[in-house]
T-cell receptor, first 113, second 109 residues
Framework: GAGVSQSPRYKVAKRGQDVALRCDPISGHVSLFWYQQALGQGPEFLTYFQNEAQLDKSGLPSDRFFAERPEGSVSTLKIQRTQQEDSAVYLC???????????FGSGTRLTVV | SQQGEEDPQALSIQEGENATMNCSYKTSINNLQWYRQNSGRGLVHLILIRSNEREKHSGRLRVTLDTSKKSSSLLITASRAADTASYFCATDSNYQLIWGAGTKLIIKP
């Protein structure tokens, strides 16, 4: 597609519920990233894929967070047993390799109530 | 953990004036990038400057990089109401972008 597409745009989850956030990167972009952005802050790195390989997951805050990109295109970020502190905007970005700037999706705003 | 720090945190100027934002960082980098984010929207890539470059221009944007001081500045000339947004610098040392907290820019008509 023309840009990075994320869905859903908004998600309200009850505490303890599992959620799945989807990212559809730009076709042909090898690299895919997930970031978490709290209100009024800059994004914080969560994880990085090169094709289907997850090369870095050091930013995932706990083992409740899991990301996959099984065919090297679409990626899913899953959060199990959501907690209130998980409330944030989750941003996906993709790039060529090596990158020249990153293209971000509009994000998924997750609110845990 | 955030590496970059933008300064000022907020800036309010009249339309037509120039806006300057600064960014400082802590570790060595491959490049530094500036992004814009409108309220509730995604991040838009503005400009990338490599570690061996000192200045770069793109339209009304001018970016400088001083690796000895580990700092960068973004200048927006002849500001417009549509420039109202938050501006972030991000350093790229090894594919992972490290971000500052951003400068909130308001352009008053």
């Amino acid at each position: 597609g023309a840009g990075v597409s994320q869905s859903p745009r908004y998600k309200v989850a009850k505490r303890g519920q599992d959620v799945a956030l989807r990212c559809d990167p730009i076709s042909g972009h090898v690299s895919l990233f997930w970031y978490q952005q709290a209100l009024g802050q800059g994004p914080e790195f969560l994880t990085y894929f090169q094709n289907e390989a997850q090369l870095d997951k050091s930013g995932l805050p706990s083992d409740r967070f899991f990301a996959e990109r099984p065919e090297g295109s679409v990626s899913t970020l899953k959060i199990q047993r959501t907690q209130q502190e998980d409330s944030a905007v989750y941003l996906c970005a993709s790039s060529t390799d090596p990158p020249y700037g990153y293209t971000f999706g509009s994000g998924t705003r997750l609110t845990v109530v | 953990s955030q590496q970059g720090e933008e300064d000022p945190q907020a800036l309010s100027i009249q339309e037509g004036e120039n806006a300057t934002m600064n960014c400082s960082y802590k570790t060595s980098i491959n490049n530094l990038q500036w992004y814009r984010q409108n309220s509730g929207r995604g991040l838009v890539h503005l400009i990338l400057i490599r570690s061996n470059e000192r200045e770069k221009h793109s339209g009304r944007l001018r970016v400088t990089l001083d690796t000895s001081k580990k700092s960068s500045s973004l200048l927006i000339t002849a500001s417009r109401a549509a420039d109202t947004a938050s501006y972030f610098c991000a350093t790229d040392s090894n594919y992972q972008l490290i971000w500052g907290a951003g400068t909130k820019l308001i352009i008053k008509p």
